[in-house]
Structure formats: structure tokens, C-alpha cells
């Protein structure tokens, strides 16, 4: 599905393009499977939104490459999707013409369009909020219709970069359940960039250890908590307690 | 509202304010005070030397004798062809230069030195030359309704191009836009608030610009009717086209407001809240 080989990014100084400044990634190798959900777990500076920025094909890399479906990613692709940590809405638009956005790029009719983003915009729990601007909604419904967008577009590969760092902590927990809930629906493959240790744990089948200076994966841990997770209290768990203390251990080490 | 909200809407009961505030009655307050302004002038402005000061009445007098003859309508409405024509060319060039400028760097590069040259120069500087290459007429009105209104609305464009973040235009190459689309869908809306600003202060300057073209020329348009009508002490005709010209100013600088408000309405509600 998603493989990434030995892939290293420089990041060049500011004020003297030929200085390297900062080695970002530095032989990262990553394999995902279809319909897996993997996080990316990391301190500020570890290189997980460059790694997600590199698979998304907004960045190029330096040495390495990223295969999906066996094709090396050279640019965005309709086969991927990126949820942006700020939302990502465009401000001039409604709720609906955001999630229409993908779409009309695409070129799809408008009647058809309209449809399908009202489907899922009725996903995501915002039926009723077509016409409101994103600033008039809460964050956490401002990502909702980042989601909604996201997902319009059928992609193999959902990208998500912190998603949730920006909304209110409850906020959070009912996105994350929702997400749950929605990725279990589709077929869609899941890279989720986080900093929260239980967020991680919560969400993923696996969880993907970064280091920073220069960033590279320390570990993978394997989540081998049962689905469906929303049920009962999965927080309280022996297993969960013991995989934050393994993970927290090799995020120290 | 739910019931519980009523009910305890109800318990709190607020009861409406009784007795005189002020902001129940600014309209009329505002009302009073012209009216007001315009009653001393009258009373003191017959008083005063007619060469130096005209009143109210007087000019309304002046105002109805020149709209009879139709002197004054032709004036007005050769100002305002040569005013439209420079001012759509200035509107149209502005923004396609700014764009450019804001978006590709090697267009920056290569046009800024005349941009900022120009733009730093006072435009009334420029009139004596202009009038010698296109003489008195219509031609050199235009080309100094243009310049003064090219450069508000380049500067602004450029810059709201400049501040467009790149997350946005993220976006759209996420979701596989090209440049463009990346230019129609993400640059331009994003600009659009910059670029109606920079359309508000062109139609300011460029009513500036057919003024001091015409004042200089001293032919035909307001702008002459000025210079005539002051050179012969005609202090109450002189008033017309000054009270026309503030009008219209005004006028111009709110169709503008509204245009920004349908065309950027996200922004206007932004602010509310």
C-alpha cells in the first residue's frame, strides 16, 4: 500500500539557501498496510509533519522514495488526502463549498457535487450547517468539514496532520471517537500525526516512535487493544496503561 | 431557546430600560445638526463679501440657471467618460500587474524599479509632460486619471497576493489543483478583500486625477468650470461642481463598500463577531 525507503529531507538555512540548516528526516523507513492506522508519534521538531508533508507530495525529498500502490509520489495525487492541523478551510467559503472544494477541482457537475458533499457533511454530524461561514462554527465543527472535504474524495490514504491539536480537550475525545466510528466504515488507510501518547494509542493499530536532531523512528509499538474501541472504557485498560508506559519509555530513550 | 432558557428568562425578568438615549435618535440627530449648519451660513453668509462667500440659497439659485442652460450636465458627463475610461484601464492593468507581481518573483523583480519610481513620483509633476505628448483634449485627461488611479490598486493587489499563506495554497495542491486553479480559486479570493481596498482608493485618486488634469487644461469638465468660474469671482457657481464633486465622491465610495461587502462577505461578517 504505502512504502517509504530510506528517506532522508534536509532543511537549508533561511538567509543562505546553500547552508544545510537542519537534517529533518534522515533514513526514515515506513511500510502501511491497506486499511491500517498508523500514528506518527513525536516531540515538536521530530519530522513527522515533514514525513506526512513528503507523502502527501507537497515537499520533495532528498534522498529515498515513497511508493503507493508500487507508484513513487512525485506530487499530491487523488489516491491521497491531507486534514490540516489548522483546519484548512478557505474563509470565503460556506461550510458546503468547502467540502465541495475537491470536488469541483476535479471537475465533477455541480448538482453531483452538491450531493455528495451533503452526504458527507451528514457523515461528520453538520447537516443544518451548509451556509454558515467557518468562522461562524467551533473548531472542532470547523474540522469536521476538513474531514468531511477529506473524505469526499475517496482516498486510499488519509493523511492527518494533528488534526485535533487545535480543538478543546472533550472536543477532542468525541472527534477522535467519531473518527474511529468513520474510518470503520471505509476502506481508508489511516497516518495520523500526534504528540498526544494516548491519542496514539487510542486511535492506531500502530504507533510510530519519532526522534528529533535528526529526526528518525526510534520504535514502532503494536496496539494490540480490540475494536470496536468506543466501547466500555478502553483508557482504563491494563493494556492501555502498560503500552503509554512502553511508549513514553522509548519517547525517552 | 429551549424551555429551560425560558423559564429562566422569565425568573430574571429584566424589565426594558425607560427614559431618553441618545442612540435612539442619531439620525435625527445628525439631521438637526446639518440643518443647523446650513441656517448660521445662511444667515452669515449674506453678510459676507459675495466675491469671497457664497450661502445656501444663492447657490441653489446658481444651481438650477446652470442646469437649465445644460451647461453644467455637459461638463459633468464629459468629466465622468474621460473619468470611467482611465479609471477601468487603471483597474484592469493594476490588478493584472499586481497579481503578476505578487505571485511570480522574477515579475517582481523585473518590474518593481518603474513601479515604485513611478509611483514614488507626485503625479501633478508628470502633467505638463503628459499634456505635451497628447495635447489638451481627452487623450491626456485619461492618461492622468489612469496613472492616478493605477497605483492604489496595483500596490494593494500585490500585497494581498504577498499575503495569501502558504497553507492555503496547500490546499489547493492537496487537492490537486495547477497553477491555474491554485490562482482563480485560492490567490484571488484570498486577495479579493486587498484588491477591493486598493479599488476604493483608486476611484478617490483618480477623481483627484480628472480635477487637476482638467484645472490644468482648463477646457472643458469640472475641473474648468472651476477655474472659471473662481477667475470670475462667480463665488455661488463656483459651489456647484465643489457640492457635485463631493457627491459624487461619496456616492462612488459607497458603491465601492457595497460591491466589497457582496464580493467579500466573509469578511464583513468577521468582524461582527
Known amino acids: 500500500m504505502l512504502e517509504v525507503r530510506h528517506l532522508s529531507k534536509v532543511f537549508f538555512e533561511q538567509n543562505d ?89 476535479e471537475g465533477v457537475p455541480r ?54 491539536g487545535a480543538v478543546d480537550a472533550q472536543t477532542r475525545e468525541q472527534l477522535q471517537e467519531e473518527l474511529l466510528k468513520i474510518w470503520a466504515k471505509t476502506d481508508t488507510t489511516v497516518i495520523f500525526v500526534t504528540h498526544s501518547i ?49 511508549i513514553r519509555e522509548s519517547l525517552r530513550g | 431557546m429551549n424551555a429551560l432558557e425560558e423559564q429562566a428568562l422569565a425568573e430574571i425578568s429584566l424589565s426594558p430600560s425607560k427614559g431618553f438615549r441618545v442612540t435612539d435618535y442619531l439620525g435625527l440627530l445628525r439631521a438637526s445638526s446639518v ?35 445644460g451647461e453644467f450636465q455637459r461638463q459633468a458627463l464629459g468629466s465622468l467618460e474621460v473619468y470611467a475610461v482611465g479609471l477601468v484601464s487603471s483597474l484592469v492593468l493594476g ?71 502558504a497553507s492555503l495554497v496547500d490546499i489547493g495542491r492537496v487537492y490537486g489543483a495547477g497553477e491555474a486553479k491554485i490562482f482563480t480559486k485560492i490567490i484571488v479570493p484570498a486577495a479579493l478583500p486587498f484588491i477591493m481596498a486598493g479599488v476604493r482608493l483608486a476611484v478617490g485618486r483618480a477623481l483627484i486625477g480628472i480635477i487637476t488634469a482638467e484645472m490644468f487644461t482648463a477646457v472643458t469638465g469640472m475641473g474648468a468650470l472651476l477655474i472659471r468660474y473662481s477667475s470670475a469671482f462667480a463665488t455661488d457657481k463656483f459651489f456647484v461642481p465643489v457640492i457635485f464633486l463631493a457627491l459624487l465622491g461619496v456616492i462612488l465610495s459607497r458603491a465601492v463598500e457595497l460591491l466589497q461587502r457582496r464580493l467579500a462577505p466573509w469578511k464583513e461578517t468577521e468582524g461582527a463577531l
Open chain 2, 35 to 69: 440643518i443647523l449648519l446650513l441656517i448660521v451660513w445662511e444667515v452669515f453668509g449674506r453678510d459676507v463679501n459675495p466675491l469671497f462667500l457664497s450661502y445656501p440659497t444663492a447657490i441653489a439659485r446658481a444651481c438650477v440657471q446652470l442646469l437649465i442652460s
Open chain 2, 95 to 165: 490588478i493584472f500587474l499586481g497579481l503578476l507581481m505578487g505571485r511570480y518573483r522574477l515579475a517582481e523583480y523585473l518590474l518593481d524599479p518603474y513601479v515604485y519610481a513611478l509611483d514614488a513620483t507626485p503625479r501633478v509633476a508628470l502633467i505638463p509632460l503628459l499634456l505635451l505628448w497628447f495635447g489638451l483634449g481627452a487623450p491626456a485627461k485619461i492618461a492622468i486619471v489612469f496613472l492616478s488611479g493605477l497605483f492604489p490598486v496595483l500596490m494593494n493587489t500585490f500585497s494581498g497576493v504577498r499575503t495569501v499563506s
Open chain 1, 17 to 105: 539557501s546553500r547552508k544545510p540548516g537542519l537534517v529533518a528526516l534522515y533514513d526514515i523507513c515506513l511500510t502501511v498496510r491497506k486499511k491500517e492506522f498508523v500514528c506518527l508519534l513525536g516531540p515538536s521538531g521530530c519530522g513527522k509533519t515533514t514525513l506526512i508533508r513528503i507523502v502527501a507530495g507537497l515537499l520533495p525529498a532528498d534522498r529515498g522514495e515513497v511508493l503507493v500502490n508500487g507508484n513513487p509520489v512525485t506530487s499530491p495525487g487523488r489516491d491521497r488526502c491531507m486534514v490540516f492541523q489548522q483546519f484548512g478551510l478557505l474563509p470565503w467559503r460556506t461550510v458546503l463549498g468547502n467540502v465541495e472544494f475537491g470536488l469541483e477541482i
Open chain 1, 198 to 246: 494516548d491519542e496514539s494509542i487510542y486511535l492506531s493499530d500502530r504507533v510510530v516512535v519519532m526522534h528529533s536532531r535528526p529526526g528518525r523512528i526510534k520504535e514502532e509499538v503494536l496496539v494490540d487493544l480490540p475494536r470496536p474501541r468506543w466501547e466500555g472504557d478502553v483508557k482504563a485498560d491494563p493494556r492501555f496503561a502498560r503500552l503509554r508506559t512502553d
Open chain 1, 111 to 164: 448538482e453531483e457535487r452538491r450531493d455528495i458533499s451533503r452526504k458527507y457533511l451528514e457523515l461528520v454530524g453538520l447537516n443544518g450547517f451548509e451556509d454558515y461561514y467557518p468562522h461562524q462554527i467551533s473548531g472542532g465543527m470547523q474540522q469536521r468539514v476538513g474531514i468531511a472535504r477529506a473524505l469526499s474524495k475517496k482516498p486510499d490514504i488519509l493523511l492527518m496532520d494533528e488534526p485535533f
